[in-house]
T-cell receptor, first 113, second 113 residues
Framework: QKEVEQNSGPLSVPEGAIASLNCTYS??????FFWYRQYSGKSPELIMSIYSNGDKEDGRFTAQLNKASQYVSLLIRDSQPSDSATYLCAVTPPGGGADGLTFGKGTHLIIQP | DTEVTQTPKHLVMGMTNKKSLKCEQHMGHRAMYWYKQKAKKPPELMFVYSYEKLSINESVPSRFSPECPNSSLLNLHLHALQPEDSALYLC????????????FGPGTRLLVL
């Protein structure tokens, strides 16, 4: 069974600090990894996608992937109150066919002004 | 432009009603998805359409009936729903099936009385 694990939080981080969000997945053959941000009552919004081992940076966001450890993380630098949201880690399984996303339960992030 | 639109935004229906949810994208994406999200839970995959053909049905009850009339449009027909079906219904699309980034619409919030 495909599983994606996240610490549900809440994770409380002071404004301006680095927020670190973690995710592990069970299907070793998983190929595509995503971080979505979801504000309360809204739909998920893509933050980052990552497909190969290493770091990928986009503005204040850095995604890190370690397939050997089956681990994905998201770092948010210079955290802002507007970053307060639930962050969903999502994974697609191997196979190359049409597959939906398997989501973790999400980490609730609170940025304290 | 990565816009997926969904109508209606909100829907209240009785258990004997028949209603439909509509999802549209004009990005030329060839895969479209329906997800269901209950409060404080992650989205759960319901259906996947790949090149206008149903490729995944995640054991969804028959009271939910998907339809893909063309490559831009996805419908979800609802009939004889139960109160526990009340949720946020999310549509997503991706350029191609098989692990590509999925973009979500704003969702339809459904309440079954």
């Amino acid at each position: 069974q495909k599983e994606v694990e996240q610490n549900s939080g809440p994770l409380s981080v002071p404004e301006g600090a680095i927020a670190s969000l973690n995710c592990t997945y069970s299907d070793r053959g998983s190929q595509s990894f995503f971080w979505y941000r979801q504000y309360s009552g809204k739909s998920p919004e893509l933050i980052m996608s990552i497909y190969s081992n290493g770091d990928k940076e986009d503005g204040r966001f850095t995604a890190q992937l370690n397939k050997a450890s089956q681990y994905v993380s998201l770092l948010i630098r210079d955290s802002q109150p507007s970053d307060s949201a639930t962050y969903l880690c999502a994974v697609t399984p191997p196979g190359g066919g049409a597959d939906g996303l398997t989501f973790g339960k999400g980490t609730h992030l609170i940025i304290q002004p | 432009d990565t816009e997926v639109t969904q109508t209606p935004k909100h829907l209240v229906m009785g258990m004997t009603n028949k209603k439909s949810l509509k999802c549209e994208q004009h990005m030329g994406h060839r895969a479209m998805y329906w997800y269901k999200q209950k409060a404080k839970k992650p989205p759960e995959l319901m259906f996947v359409y790949s090149y206008e053909k149903l490729s995944i049905n995640e054991s969804v009850p028959s009271r939910f009936s998907p339809e893909c009339p063309n490559s831009s449009l996805l419908n979800l027909h609802l009939h004889a729903l139960q109160p526990e079906d009340s949720a946020l219904y999310l549509c997503a699309s991706s350029q191609n099936p098989g692990g590509e980034t999925q973009y979500f619409g704003p969702g339809t919030r459904l309440l079954v009385l």
